[in-house]
């Protein structure tokens, strides 16, 4: 019997088979059990006792196909196998021509085994989908980051400038001091002003350690990896990478962080990523100048972050779509529409919440709650 053909003739004859209708019993039963499975998680098959080698069955000697010796002995499920003189895509692509081969029939020789591999191919296909669209979404935050890099980076070469000038011009005097004085009689107020000089030179040089130290760390990829974080210090860090693009454009900082706030757990860097897009995103919506107040609070089992501007406020009619992909309001080529969309999806991940409010001419408040766990 093949995997298309059922035995329905038996029932439309009235021929008594009990031992088939037991077989529909206990496959109906065994199928119902995978779909139950199949909703706690998309790594569940079908374990098929039918399954054969291809290579033994089809007595194929390509040593070089990814199926040959392969440990998965779907080979229906393998992309770029070597099947009828020619290269076989990915499942969806190949599938109508697998379920002629011989290997594939064998494998679902009868009811169950036939039920049982086209679920299999299904979740196969959903698990491939769910891939491609992790791909896609690790791709846009990733997009999303290195679009707020670009506008960071103008403002941290201004904020290393300081401390570099400041670096040659003591480094310039203590060159000068020694040259006047080819001996090396160096008086003691000399010394003491030199060491004074070193000092400051140790000093800057760790603050522009620290400010490329916070951008790399922000820049740098990584991972979905859950560990405790301290939410303040985050801020404060976020806060000294953003500080100079907001005093640049005349933007006060206010921040009220609660004290002895529990740490969550969540990803340090994606975390960052939202704080960084929402300051920047306060930032622009206040181009004449104003106040960006930053408060954390704790309420109950979560830890809520505010982030509220004296801008120009969201339109009504746009509360509901900031969230969207691609919206946006920013003239072309200021805004990709991603960052509020790539920041929702980061606070999901985190099971928490993100919210808006705002009135049109004073302001908008973003806020952000994390559980604490």
Partial sequence: MSCKELPVEE???GKSDESYIQRLKKAQAEVASLIIKADAGM???????NLQKCWEVRKCQMEYCPAHKSENLRCWQIAGTYCGGRIQGELAKKINSCVECAVYQSACQDELSFVG???NNLMHLLKSQKRKVEETKHHLIRSEKMASIGQLIAGISHELNSPLGGILG?????QEQYSRNNEGNLTKDDLDKILTYVGYIEKESQRCKNIVSNLLKFARPGEMEMMPVNVNQLLEKTVALTAHQLKVHQVRLVTSLAPDLPRIVGNEQHLQQVFTNIIINAQQAMPDGGQLTVNTTR???WIEV???DTGRGIPPENLNKIFDPFFTTKPPGEGTGLGLSVSYGIVKEHKGDIGVSSTVGQGTTFTLKLPVR
Wanted: proline letters at 0%; zero cysteines; aromatic letters at 20%.
């Fill in 306 to 308: 505010a982030f509220s």
């Fill in 117 to 119: 591999e086209h679920f």
């Fill in 299 to 301: 309420s109950e089992d």
């Fill in 43 to 49: 790594d569940v098959q079908y374990e098929n006792k």
């Fill in 170 to 174: 003591f480094a310039q005097f203590i």
């Fill in 11 to 13: 029932i439309k004859t």
